[in-house]
């Protein structure tokens, strides 16, 4: 089951997203924001299958510029693929609930790890650990 029918949607709607190609054309896409990835559909329909970005696989928004009526934003990913987007600016543009969702994600993790190795670590050794983390 994909996460899209696990997590919150954040954000829906059209994104432009740059091709890859040589010509890097501007195509719309529909997108879906969830607590978990961007997915993005080839279609307006959602009838396609979507391309999944899980917000693990994200290192960071960049490269944030406006431009006319557009905000032009670069997701760069952990294996540094660097991926161009485009959205018409207003009040909750994309960049901005990426980046939130981003952060999120990220604290959510940095919680859930801290829980993992706190089960796993002797209540001896967890003392230690506190006393010379303060």
Known sequence: MSSLGLSEVLKEGELEKRSDNLLQFWRKKTCVLTSD??????????????????LESIKK???????????????????????DFRCFD?????????????????????????????????PAHQERHLVKSV
Not at 41 to 53: M, N
Not at 61 to 83: A, P
């Open 37 to 54: 990835s961007l997915n993005i559909y080839a279609d307006g329909q959602k009838r396609s299958k979507a391309k999944e970005l899980k």
């Open 61 to 83: 928004v960049d490269c944030v510029e406006r431009t006319g009526k557009f905000v032009y934003f670069t997701i760069v990913t952990t294996d540094n693929k660097e991926i």
């Open 90 to 122: 207003e009040d909750n543009c994309w960049n901005a609930v990426i980046t939130m969702a981003l952060i999120d994600f990220q604290n959510r993790k940095a919680i859930q790890d801290f829980k993992s190795l706190q089960e796993t670590t002797p």
